[in-house]
């Protein structure tokens, strides 16, 4: 007989188990197929009218969008190719498709060549006419998103939009690829490439948050390659502005936070060729700042930048500008800027002359000059320690360039004075924002304060020379001389113990450096090439 009811428990149903998931990451080399599969095509419910009669009404020419009022909206007018008599679109008489590089969840994206100008774009055209006046608005929404961000080179650069017979144009940077289609077809990326990844990342976002935007949608797909090897943030699609007093302490600082958050995934997922989770124990686990068990191929450097990238809590993570005035990330961008420079004079030049000088050019300062650089060093280091120091007093990171002027970051901005104790002030700020003694990141400092000065493994990942005497027991110091305002690098037989008050501990040895003297004559006029190569970017952008 079975009894029901009373206190027999027996017959309750039982609480459910929650299985654990104990799923591992695969892999994107393993996994072979794309990740992504384009959506599928909106049903055609019924032929409309017009594509049968076509009828172009007003509302159907071509109109020029734009939100800003200094904005050129007269290109369709103006444009000698462009007949409004014709039945052709606008976007069909004045640019020519190459290629068809993607289609997303709204719109399909050609390279296309102008016929105006003769350049190349991405022209991004709305799959489906507009649904409504609704719909039409949400739509102008990205314009009025990519007008609002000024020009940098990690944004891919927005030209113009229009819109045409229901249908919205925006007419962009083309670009090579997007960073998600490069990681499905390159598996063993170097770390150098991630780290100038990293840098280039660091900057976009940088830019962007210091105009109150948040990208808000920061991943692989919306990031892109340019022509110019440079890596880009695009689709500006969910950008939010943060300037709105109400928004700012809400968004600005947990937005800004996501942004990071994101890059830090993005560039772990680039990095370690892994296809991360999006929900699941390893997700939340790297949700909580586990980022080790991923990242354990990694060069403990990388992984110590990614870890202050990913810190759970928004209000301990790094923001993009302290990311970029860590040392090990300024060497980086100093190097890649320089590389930068040549590189583009080099696409720039036109002159066969020209081309040959900068090709000598660089030749000289990035082979020549290191090497002579170290076998100096090598030379003197015959001489009392403290010596041979003192006159190296550049480094092999500025590759003969004894300041860093003309270098327009924001994070070169920072007076070189204040570089002088930038260990001690990375460590200081890394300390004061929660890094704990135990926390891996600080643990890893303290276990190599070369952290600071550009470790073994970033220099090898960069082909920098390497640095003979590279002790723990000496740290650089920039000095600033006020009579020719020309800062250079010197190297101090000081202790290394990377705590906080370093800075305004007097050293014994601080009179002698601190001295006056005159900056080193250079091999190359430095100066010069730099301000020249400066023109010449500053005229591209
Ligand atoms: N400027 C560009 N240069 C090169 N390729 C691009 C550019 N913009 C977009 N693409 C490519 O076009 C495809 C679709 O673009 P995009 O993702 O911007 O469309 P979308 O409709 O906004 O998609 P979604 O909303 O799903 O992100 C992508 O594969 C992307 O790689």
Redo the contacts with the bound molecule.
Sequence with gaps: MILVGGNDTSFQRPAPVFVPEHRTLSTKKSRGTPKFAPPPKAPVKSCPVTRIFPRISDYDRPQPVSFRDDSDTSFIVQSPLYSAEKTALYFEQCYAIEEK?????????Y?VRSKEDGRQY?C?RTLLRFRGEGDRRRRMEEVQKHEKLPKHKNC?EFYRAWEERQHLYLL????R??LA?MAEDRHDLPESVVWDYLVDLLQGVSHLHKHHLVHMDIKP??I?IGYDGLCKL??F?LVIETSQEYFEVMNLQFGASADIFSLGMTVLELATDLDLPKQGDMWQSLRAGQVASCAYSLSSDLQAVLTGLLRPDPSERLTADQALSLPVIRRILLRKRVKDIFRISLMKAKGFLLRIWLYVMSFFAFVALPITRLRKRRRSSGDSPNKSRMNNSDSDFTMGFSDEEGLDDHSLAQPLSDISTSSSETNQFLSNKGFGNSTPIISHFKKRPDFFEGSPSIRNSCNASPRIDDSPTFIRRRITLPRTGRPFTQRLNESTSFNSSMANTPSPHRNVVEQEEPAQPLNLTSRNLIDLFNAAESDEE
């Design positions: 590089l993607g289609v997303g969840s709204f719109g399909e994206v390279r991405a991004k891919v962009t940077e083309v670009c690829t997007s289609d797909e919306n892109f695009g689709d699609g």
